[in-house]
């Protein structure tokens, strides 16, 4: 048996074997309730020994003891200890030690996660959406960072599930890291089995932009939010093309990570919006950057504003301070006339504190969650029944409710309301409320290939930042279509609208074609010294990037919204196309089971090898989702494809579907049927 001198002897990255202090909690910063222990003795014991294997053998008496002690407090071993002391964020790309841009990148990138000021519990790793991680533990934080100092352009680092596997021999023109979060084995693909291998320490909820470190901080769903708004306002209110949400009110709930871009969004709409929020920590931190304009307890105080402010046709966003479903008892006993309806609680992570149950505070869902989870599970399936029961009284007095991609119908079928399935028996046909990207996103924004392209400037300077916005702004033809329209606005505004929290970055909604233009320009820009490098990637969430068949993939209705295909093809493909960094993901914004989904990072250093990845891997990201959502019939992806298949002649090709005449097909069947009787 191999000794742990010569274990140690054998590897030149590694944890310190100092052993560090414990750090002091910075009081004020939020923190993660308990996730539950759940795990037999057995399985402790592993868990254990998972955790210690990062670490030299003479710490292993004192940390056991420290980590069991974590493990059956927090339900999760996070190694508090080995977290570096004081706050950490994204620092100017040069301040980092690495042996290639793309290890220290991708530092800035990941730290940009754990800031205070972005994460929702930086203590625990976790950047938004209840449970999203950058990685499991410190540990783990520390030997990637080690092994992107290390890493060179010949390299590529593994991480599995947060886990760094090591660095493999490879090539310039291969991505630099590879990730995968939670992806697993389909007979374990649930719930309850994901909770073990998580507590054991074997596996990592990504979510989308946690765990793929391309978080951008709430600003990254402003611009989506802000899309979907005025969408459904020109599909549902009667809005003319050119205009916006001035009078309109829009209610919801959540403040958090991405939820507090709903708040931002109806302001830059010109609309007023009224969010719920339990947590007073979240509507402080909206309130400290602007994003919301003020709040009160008092619902009759809040629509009143709201009134006077739909009234004068004045912007304002207003958080409610207490539970979305005593706002919608009060919404439907007054009858508010409320425009847009929806809610952006973690509905993905219901029983693990994204639902704040109405009847108990914030303070005592956390303290019940540590205390007795079948006593919380009770209150929130009661709850989401009366949520869905107020949610029907609105709809059917005119209110257009969609789901926001928070599984909120789904954790409502969870509760036992099986109305809420359309047919009425299981979830496989979909549910009787829309969600907003089968009704609005997929068909006017995703299937044309409109999704979440994003950038960081990696020097930290305010006025890369002000370049990149001027050089795409002059890549969009406002005239081309109406999303172009939308997205020139956008970006000409998104100074004025103040939206980087953390690093220099930008969200903005593009086609393939505009990611490739303004990724060339930017290059170029590195090129001629113009900018320092600059970070490209996306939201998971994305036309092609993920499978999600109550979310990004709700509005493919050829029955292969059950596969997983594109996003792994998504994944494979910009991989083989030389991305920086690519990455896997199970779960994402919707819950273990329910999505594949992944993501890419491209370091923009001005070299005419990135020139080549651009204009290969950024067509095919997008390309390949469309490709697929015009095979599935999606009128507006069949017509990009065409373009495609017309623009790209000799490049590249699509195939495109022949369309049967409905009656055809429905006459045949239904003879069919009628001959086998039944
Ligand atoms: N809109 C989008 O485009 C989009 C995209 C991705 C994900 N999502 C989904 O939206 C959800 C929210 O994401 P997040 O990052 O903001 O999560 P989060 O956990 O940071 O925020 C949710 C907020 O809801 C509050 N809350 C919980 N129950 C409540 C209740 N009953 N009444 C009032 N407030 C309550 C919480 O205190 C929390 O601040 C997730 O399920 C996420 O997957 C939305």
């Known amino acids: 048996m191999v000794d742990n001198f010569t274990i140690a002897q054998a590897m030149t990255i590694k944890v310190d074997a100092r052993l560090p202090a414990m750090p002091a909690f910075q009081p004020g910063i939020r923190r993660a309730p308990s996730r539950g222990f759940t795990l037999t003795q057995a399985q402790t014991e592993i868990a254990l020994k ?13 940390l056991a003891d420290e980590f069991l002690t974590e493990l059956l407090t927090y339900g999760r071993i996070y190694a508090y200890r080995y977290r570096p002391q004081g706050r950490i964020y994204g620092k100017p790309v040069h301040d980092y030690q690495g042996s290639c841009l793309e290890g220290k990148a991708f530092q800035v990138m990941i730290d940009n996660n754990l800031d205070f000021d972005v994460a929702l519990y930086p203590y625990e790793l976790t950047t938004y959406g209840e449970t999203g991680q950058v990685c499991q533990n410190w540990l783990q934080y520390l030997l990637i960072k080690k092994y992107l100092d290390a890493m ?17 021999p490879s090539k310039p023109d291969a991505p630099r890291v590879i990730i995968t979060n939670a ?31 391309m978080y951008i901080g709430p600003q990254g769903i402003v611009h989506g939010t802000f899309n979907t708004l005025l969408t459904a306002g020109r599909q549902r209110l009667g809005i003319a093309g050119d205009g916006d949400l001035r009078g309109k009110l829009f209610v919801s709930s959540g403040l958090g990570g991405m939820s507090g871009a709903q708040s931002k969004a109806m302001e830059i709409a010109n609309g007023v919006g009224v ?19 003020t709040f009160s307890p008092d619902l009759a105080e809040v629509f009143k504003l709201a009134a006077i402010h739909q009234h004068k046709g004045e912007p304002i966003s207003i958080a409610y301070h207490g539970n979305i479903v005593d706002l919608l008892e009060y919404a439907v006993k007054n009858n508010v006339p409320i425009d847009l309806l929806s809610d952006q609680t973690s509905c993905h992570v219901a029983y693990s504190g994204g639902y ?7 303070e005592e869902r956390t303290a019940l969650l540590a205390s007795d989870r079948a006593e919380f599970t009770a209150l929130v399936d009661k709850s989401l029944r009366r949520h869905f029961e107020l949610i029907r009284m609105l709809v059917a007095r005119g209110v257009y409710f969609f789901d926001y991609g928070n ?15 359309k047919n009425g028996i299981d979830e496989k046909e979909g549910f009787i409320f829309p969600s907003y990207v089968e009704d609005i996103m997929g068909p006017e924004l995703f299937d044309y290939g409109y999704g979440p392209f994003r950038w960081v400037c990696l020097s930290g300077k305010e006025e890369d930042l002000i370049k990149t916005d001027q050089a795409a702004l002059s890549c969009i033809d406002p005239d081309r279509r109406g999303q172009d329209r939308d997205n020139y606005i ?23 074609e505009g990611r490739q233009s303004i990724a060339l320009k930017f290059n170029a820009m590195v090129r001629m010294g113009e900018i320092g490098p600059v970070m490209l990637g996306r939201d998971h969430h994305d036309t092609g990037g993920t499978d999600s068949p109550f979310r990004e993939t709700a509005n493919i209705k050829d029955g292969s919204n059950v596969m997983a295909d594109m996003a ?3 994944f494979a493909g910009n991989a083989a196309r030389g991305m920086s960094l690519v990455a896997l993901h199970n779960g994402g914004g919707v819950g273990i089971g329910k999505a594949i989904n992944g993501g890419f990072g491209l370091v923009l250093d001005g070299s005419e090898r990135v020139d080549a990845v651009i204009k290969s891997a950024m067509l095919w990201d997008v390309m390949g989702g469309v490709a697929r959502r015009s095979w599935a019939r999606n009128a507006n992806s069949i017509a990009t494809c065409a373009e495609f298949n017309k623009n790209y002649a000799g490049q590249g090709h699509i195939t495109l579907p022949y369309l049967p005449a409905e009656k055809l097909v429905k006459d045949l069947v239904g003879q069919a049927f009628r001959n086998l009787g039944q």
Not at 409 to 420: F, P, T
């Open 568 to 570: 792994t093809q998504c």
């Open 407 to 421: 599984s909120f119908m789904k954790a409502v079928y969870d509760s036992g309301v099986r109305e809420i399935s």
């Open 183 to 213: 992806l697993m084995v389909g007979m374990f693909d649930n719930q309850a089995d994901w909770e073990i291998a998580e507590q054991m320490g074997v596996a990592n909820y990504g979510q989308m932009t946690a765990g793929g470190w």
């Open 50 to 62: 998972n955790a210690l294997r990062y670490v030299p053998e003479e710490h292993h008496p004192l």
């Open 356 to 362: 704040c149950p109405q009847g108990i505070t914030f």
């Open 275 to 293: 969010i719920a929020e339990v947590d007073f920590s979240r509507i402080k931190t909206r309130l400290d950057q602007g994003w919301i304009t």
């Open 152 to 168: 060179t352009q010949y390299q590529t680092l593994v991480v599995e599930s947060g886990h760094p596997l090591g660095l493999f």
């Open 490 to 512: 956008w970006i000409k505004d998104a100074q004025k609208n103040k939206l980087v929290v953390g690093t220099k970055a930008r969200i903005l909604y593009q086609d393939a």
